[in-house]
């Protein structure tokens, strides 16, 4: 087996340019996997393009879905649930590596799985074993996940859908952009979860996304992502907008029995707000919609 690793932006691009299959990505490659950010692999056959995937990503479902390739997806985990008809497709487990039945894989015959770099580390070398061929995708931030759309358009023979989804992307961006034009930038913690504290640092996509959308994450200089924080360092920083996923959904009423956050611009104003969690978690197509909702939300 060869194992290939392209670890940002700009390898990926050279990597959808000049291979257009698997094996040729293979034969690129490198030795390490880290399970971060890029593209990574195996593939051992000659093959070209793949006629039966297996994703184990639901963002990766998502594009499949968006660039035409359904037809060609024959598994998925229980968490691709958009959209809604991929609940005809066969269910091979849940996300994480403990979870997935290689078993029901391996039934499926599938010429390629893709999987996630950090998740399913387990689940390659079990493949290996069998055979199969894998690639894993993790984009961790909007260059990224453009990148990824491009490498997928290409593996499976649609990369006309796949700039012009890019493209879609990209506008609905530049609208999110507009609505900011001449206004004030808006501060923004987002809540990640409440005991302990977490947010969302630098590299993660929820930030950029408040970015892109013409906020500014108050936590975005932490390099973690998914950083532990105060409540009185946030208290502190007195964001102008709370949001989080509508997963985890917050209300003024309930802030504002934390001490002293009755105090905060954005819980004193009851200017809170939920994102769809699938959305802005996911890295596929619907994260600029997300951007979009978060703009419309700190500039109506």
């Known amino acids: 087996m060869k194992t290939f690793r392209f670890v940002r932006a700009l390898c990926f691009f050279l990597v959808v340019e000049s291979a257009l299959v698997l094996p040729e990505l293979a034969a690129l490659g490198g030795g390490d996997k880290d399970g971060h950010g890029g593209v990574s692999g ?9 006629e039966r995937i297996v994703s184990l990503s639901p963002g990766v479902t998502e594009i499949l879905y968006a660039l035409g390739a359904d037809r060609e ?6 968490y691709c649930n958009y959209p809604p008809q991929v609940s005809e497709k066969t269910r091979v487990g849940g996300f994480s590596g403990a979870t997935v039945s290689v078993e029901t894989i391996a039934a499926l015959r599938p010429d390629l799985v893709i999987v996630s770099g950090e998740m399913h580390g387990r689940v390659v070398e079990l493949l290996d074993g069998l055979g ?12 990224e996940v453009y990148d990824t759309i491009r490498l997928l358009g290409t593996l499976t023979g649609h990369g006309e859908s796949a700039q012009d989804l890019i493209d879609t992307m990209r506008e609905k961006i530049e609208r999110a952009a507009l609505r900011r034009q001449g206004r004030e930038v808006l501060t923004v ?28 994450n108050i936590f975005a200089e932490l390099g973690q992502r998914w950083p532990e924080v105060s409540y009185e360092e946030v208290l502190r920083r ?63």
Do not use: C, K
């Open 238 to 300: 007195r964001p102008q907008w709370i949001l989080s996923a509508d997963d985890h959904r917050l209300d003024a009423a309930l802030l504002s029995r934390r001490p002293s956050w009755s105090r905060i611009p954005a819980v004193e104003a009851g200017r809170i707000a939920s994102v769809n969690a699938d959305m802005i978690s996911r890295y596929g197509p619907r994260l600029a919609d997300a951007v979009l909702l978060i703009a419309e939300t700190l500039y109506p």
């Open 73 to 78: 997806l024959v598994g998925v985990t229980d």
């Open 42 to 50: 195996r593939t051992e056959s000659s093959g070209g393009r793949p």
């Open 132 to 143: 199969i061929r894998s690639l894993a995708v993790e984009p961790e931030n909007f260059s």
């Open 189 to 216: 913690f987002w809540e990640l979860w409440d005991n302990p504290l977490l947010t969302a640092g630098g590299p993660t996509l929820i930030s950029e996304a408040i970015t892109l959308a013409g906020g500014r």
